[in-house]
């Protein structure tokens, strides 16, 4: 092994998969990979903002080709790789309560009050918790939930 593989810097490739289809692939790749015992591939990551790609950590974009080439949800493999700095974004966790403002109408998807429909009348980005009053009570009583408790039905109106 020569003194420039030895500090070679792994690089970032993206592979075009068919939508829908990305954790199938990164699945089959990671098989793959324990199955060569390839020690070129260092991790695969799929995420759900980027679909139609997975992203392969590796040291040789050929041997990244050879893994991927009988998949046969996989599409190709982009030229080049991405730098670490672009992926950062994905790579740390998003707050549950960071695309909810107040008077955005929720749906409860969990807990006791799952299924009714409430308005955001709160919320505390450092519990990650929200305050709404539900709609269908008789009267209006502040509710606080966390925020992965519930989905924007409808963004509140500007004006």
Known sequence: MGEEELFERPKIFSIKTQIGKEQNVAELLK???KKTG???ILSILVTPELRGYVFVEAYKADEVKKMIK???YVRGM???NIPVEEMEKFL?????VEKITEGDIVEMIAGPFKGEMAKVTHIDASKEEITVELFDSVVPIPITVKGDQVRVVRKREEG
Do not use: F, H, Q
């Not at 740390?92 to 549950?96: E, I, L, M, R, V």
């Open 31 to 33: 098989g793959r990979v």
């Open 38 to 40: 390839d020690k070129n």
């Open 70 to 72: 009988a998949i046969s």
């Open 78 to 80: 982009l030229e080049g």
């Open 92 to 96: 740390t966790p998003a707050s549950s």
